[in-house]
């Protein structure tokens, strides 16, 4: 009888993982340089060439043994290089004994004092250490030993269901449960990860000793029932000392009796800056959890933690309590869902003003429920009657519901809405510079209002570069300033500049077409603010009478333009030919007022970000220009 020789897994593969391409299996008799035959078939008819190489992807054909010979194997690359040696393999086919060959125990588990019970598997793999994913069996020292051994990345079945208690301590650990998509609702469930002593977290992320960062826990379930039927407290804990770390896609299930996520600093070291995407909480039945995520202040910081592309479940209806409560932490939460039942979504459980105060910063967050009458916001603060919500919320958070203070009043959340920041009104309308568009509803308002003095400002632009705008409303009316100087002024019964007579209205490439208005304009006369004042000359008198003759009828160019030969008629002058007059009796035009000419240089096209014109091009030009106020009276003189 033949027997079927395969190498493990039928691939050749190194030490990491990956496969040897066209490697090729020497085979010899025992204890000799001599090849000897293996087969194609089990009859033992067809031989294969020797070397029998592998192909592309390091798999070899099967390969059959006589039984009467003793064989020795050599595998080499496709180089030659050699890979391993076994004399004789007749005893030595065992998985254990071809892994150790190809898994050896590593510098690494070495240097931790770390021996692989399997060696079938390659280091980081937890089934090396001993771990079973039974779903009974008490996992975590396998893991710990994977942790232990290697820098890269810890990996475990993700058909199987480990029951584990993890505290991780060693920067840089990578967990990778290479699944992700296994917690389903009304389906086959696969619980990845499950608490050993459902007392303590699934996974705990520092412990207050040191600050931990560089952890990646991903593509992973975690479920709350633990081998006993009791279902854990906690599914994740981000505690003290966990800073910079993150969490992508991880679902977290069933009836956690506390959190399924726990975010808290510690007495010595915060918890911050953690990245939290892809986040699945789900909560089954009618469970009494504290909320299903909680974020909480333990002496230090704990603030600015992301969680991003979100699905979070809270509470059923009989629960007590909330889909994420909030105890004096900055949370900040982009592109989710929270699903909650009434009383129970978002919660603020620390009075404002705390030494570190809570609030909620939101963009694109939708909070909701099944009516629109239930309360989806509360706080437990005392004596917050007149603590408006927007005290807690920041950016854009859409809450369809109602919110509650301590006492119990509730009021609807659309009464908040024309004031900034909530809801769909941001406090910060500009995020790391892409422009936030809204739309205001028919018949709504925004409110823009201060309470620490009488001024309320709107600014547009940076306030650090010149030019940035700002409205500012006060005791006389609202001002319209321009890198911070205050340019005019809207009051009950005036639209006026701020300063006298130093503001032009329009400018010489850029006119108003008509001005309407019920009286003439009035021009400053007074004598105490003139200087220098005299008769004509006799050579001014002579320009007079001159320009008397240069009266002229004539039609201007954009009227023709548009309107063809209906356009009107106009009389006046022709200001080079007024030029031409001074300059007849050796005066010079430009010295006097009655006589303008402004030039202006190019400006390019501007666009904003979506392309649209801001500013129109306009080449560089020219104009001349008459005060007819002043000429008439300068022309009087000639009469």
């Not at 990956?18 to 000799?32: D, I, N, R, V």
């Not at 009791?230 to 991880?250: E, F, K, M, P, S």
């Not at 007579?501 to 021009?523: D, P, Q, V």
């Amino acid at each position: 009888m033949s027997t079927l020789f395969r190498l493990p897994k039928a691939v050749a593969v190194q030490s990491d993982g990956s496969p040897y391409p066209s490697a090729k299996a020497y085979f010899y008799l025992t204890g000799t340089t001599t090849l000897t035959d293996v087969y194609q078939d089990s009859d033992l008819v067809t031989p294969h060439a020797n070397p029998v190489v592998a192909d592309s992807s390091g798999v070899f054909a099967p390969i059959y043994l006589d039984p009467d010979v003793t064989y020795k194997l050599t595998l080499k690359t496709s180089l030659d290089s050699l890979i391993y040696s076994v004399d004789p393999i007749n005893d030595e086919l065992s998985a254990a004994n071809l892994g150790a060959i190809l898994y050896p125990r590593t510098a690494a588990e070495v240097a931790a004092g770390v021996t692989p019970t399997s060696y079938s598997y390659p280091a980081g793999d937890v089934r090396r250490y001993g771990a079973v994913g039974d779903g009974v069996t008490d996992d975590t020292t396998a893991f710990y030993s994977a942790i232990a051994s290697v820098t890269g990345e810890i990996v475990f079945d993700p058909s199987k269901t480990y029951a584990v208690n993890l505290v991780i301590t060693k920067r840089g650990t990578r967990i990778n449960g290479r699944g992700g998509d296994n917690l389903a609702v009304g389906g086959t469930i696969i619980k990845n990860l499950i608490p050993y002593d459902p007392t303590q977290p699934v996974i705990q992320i520092g412990n207050d000793t040191a600050y931990v960062g560089g952890v990646t826990i991903e593509n992973l379930s975690i479920w709350s029932q633990s081998p006993s039927g009791t279902h854990g407290q906690i599914g994740l804990l981000l505690a003290g000392g966990c800073y910079g770390n993150t969490i992508r896609n991880v679902q977290i299930g069933n009836q956690f009796s506390v959190h399924n996520l726990k975010l808290i600093s510690g007495s010595t070291y915060a918890n911050a800056y953690n990245q939290i995407v892809g986040l699945q909480l789900w909560t089954l039945g009618n469970t009494n959890q504290t909320a299903t995520l909680g974020s909480y202040y333990g002496n230090t910081y704990c603030t600015a933690n992301f969680i991003s592309h979100f699905n979070i479940t809270g509470p059923s209806g009989t629960g007590t309590g909330y889909a994420i409560e909030n105890d004096s932490c900055r949370l900040d939460l982009v592109n989710g869902w929270v699903q909650c039942s009434n009383g129970k979504g978002l919660h603020i459980s620390k009075n404002y003003g705390a030494s570190s105060s809570p609030y909620y910063e939101g963009y694109n967050v939708i909070v909701d429920s099944d009516s629109s009458t239930d309360v989806l916001f509360s706080s437990a603060i005392a004596s917050d009657t007149n603590v408006l919500p927007i005290n807690f919320l920041k950016g854009s958070l859409n809450i369809d519901g109602k919110y509650e203070n301590q006492s119990g009043t509730q009021t609807s959340i659309s009464n908040y809405q024309d004031w900034v920041p909530y809801l769909s009104i941001l406090t910060y309308p500009i995020y790391y510079g892409y422009q936030q568009q809204y739309n205001i509803t028919t018949n709504a308002t925004v409110k823009v209002a201060s309470t620490n003095g009488s001024n309320n400002d709107v600014t547009f632009g940076d306030s650090t570069v010149v030019g940035y705008a700002m409205l500012t409303s006060g005791t006389n009316g609202c001002y319209l300033a321009v890198s911070g100087t205050s340019i005019v002024l809207a009051g009950s019964s005036y639209f006026r500049p701020n300063t006298d007579n130093t503001i032009n209205l329009g400018g010489a490439s850029n006119r108003w077409k008509e001005i309407f208005a019920g009286n003439a304009t009035i021009n400053t006369s007074d004598g105490r603010e003139k200087q220098q004042i005299r008769s004509l000359t006799d050579a001014e008198h002579a320009v007079a009478v001159s320009i008397k003759g240069l009266l002229r009828a004539f039609k201007f160019n954009d009227s023709v333009t548009e309107k063809g030969d209906s356009a009107r008629i106009h009389f006046g002058v022709i200001a080079q030919d007024v030029k031409a007059a001074f300059e007849a009796q050796g005066l010079v035009a430009e010295k006097y007022g009655l006589f303008c000419y402004d030039e202006w240089t190019e400006e390019s096209e501007l666009l904003d970000e979506n392309g649209k014109v801001v500013r129109s091009y306009r080449p560089a030009g020219n104009r001349y220009g008459i005060r007819y106020d002043e000429l008439l009276a300068f022309m009087i003189a000639a009469l």
